[in-house]
């Protein structure tokens, strides 16, 4: 007999919908929808469309789309630490929280200049609002494409270091020291990283971070062949990272996000050395963390949970949190083995390497 289990309405932390930019890989109402039916209350939207979400106005503009797709999930935008995403000017960050920014980032890309990034932090703190960051540094990843791995090396490709990931996270924990800024690490992939994350949060200092549901699932040394349906960024990480992200988020550590990023068929067909980066997730996201963290490593129900709802909240600001006081519950139901149908998602685009893979955890929208 299946088992109904009712939950405070899961948010999602990161998510790309590519609406202003490209349309035809995801518009606001096809995300929204996928939200739906992968079983979240509310997703934040990432800044990086085009334009870039650097202004009250096109928060303004993702806010109205989401009311013309008359949607159950509610969308909270994120707004730009830099102007245009650029990395040269910090944007206005005083209107955007006044706006509703759920955070801010620049997520796509790492805020490389130090003095930009620590004032950036040091008007955040003011504000009482989180930073989140897209931790890769571009001097350490070069032209790198994936992790050092069988594959990679049997095709000649350019490797992303670890030290990409943790040359970025130190340089903004000591930013965080002096700033005293709420600060969050966007999808972590490596244990050397995660290290750094414990560190920190033992230290008392203000930092969060997030797993994926990619980087808990797969790894690097298993990726079966040229597919850039398993390429994104930060890359897959091997088996030691794999297994230390899932002792943290069953530790507490770290939180979920899914980092939903679609793309158009065009863009994903070019293998690792052409192809963009990034993977949808938002339909997938609740089988797979609880195939993962619960079947698998035995995370119990209520912090697996937590992960989804109480944690991502954490790093919401006070207007964006206030919007979900009436957001719906998230419920699922625990029972029957079945495989996940890429196919058959709500999103317009099917990047995705999960087709298949089997749960006995799926959200109900009844």
Not at 150 to 169: F, G, Y
Not at 304 to 324: E, F, N, T
Request: glycine share 8%; proline share 6%; net charge negative.
């Amino acid at each position: 007999m299946n088992k109904i289990l009712t939950f405070p309405g899961f948010i999602d932390v990161h998510v790309h919908f590519r609406d202003p930019g490209v349309p035809e890989a995801e518009t606001t109402a096809s995300g929204l929808e996928a939200a739906r039916r992968g079983g979240f209350a509310a997703v934040v939207t990432m800044p990086n469309t085009t334009p870039a979400c650097d202004s009250p106005e096109w928060m303004d503009y993702q806010r109205k789309a989401a009311r013309d797709a008359g949607a159950e999930t509610i969308l909270l935008p994120s707004a730009c630490i830099t102007k245009g995403r650029l990395g040269h000017e910090v944007a206005d960050l005083e209107s955007l929280a006044e706006a509703g920014a759920a955070f801010f980032t620049d997520d796509g890309s790492y805020v490389a200049d130090d003095k930009v990034m620590e004032e950036a932090m040091r008007r955040a703190a003011s504000l009482g609002m989180c930073i989140c960051e897209h931790a890769m540094d571009p001097k350490e990843v070069k032209d790198g494409v994936i992790r050092d791995c069988d594959l990679a090396r049997s095709l000649h490709l350019p490797i992303i270091p670890v030290s990409a990931e943790t040359v970025a996270i130190r340089r903004d924990l000591a930013i965080c020291r002096v700033t005293g800024c709420r600060l969050h690490i966007q999808h972590i992939s490596t244990a050397e990283g995660v290290a750094l994350v414990r560190d920190a949060q033992k230290e008392g200092l203000p930092v969060t971070a997030e797993a994926t549901p990619h980087h808990l699932l797969l790894s690097c040394e298993e990726i079966p062949r040229n597919d850039a349906n398993y390429k994104m960024a930060p890359p897959l990480g091997n088996n030691e990272d794999r297994a230390e992200l899932r002792r943290a988020v069953k530790d507490g550590v770290l939180m979920f996000a899914t980092d939903h990023a679609p793309h158009p068929a065009a863009k994903k067909a070019l293998g690792f050395a052409g192809s963009a980066n990034g993977i949808i997730g938002l339909e997938a996201a609740i089988p797979l963390t609880w195939v993962t963290m619960v079947e698998g490593e035995g995370m119990s129900p209520d912090a697996w949970a937590q992960a989804w709802w109480k944690m991502p909240r954490g790093i919401l600001s006070l207007r964006a949190a206030a919007r979900l006081d009436d957001a719906r519950q998230t419920v699922v139901e625990v029972g029957d083995w079945r495989a996940i149908e890429v196919a058959k998602f709500a999103s317009l685009s099917r990047n995705c390497p999960y087709d298949g893979v089997e749960s006995n955890c799926w959200p109900s929208n009844e």
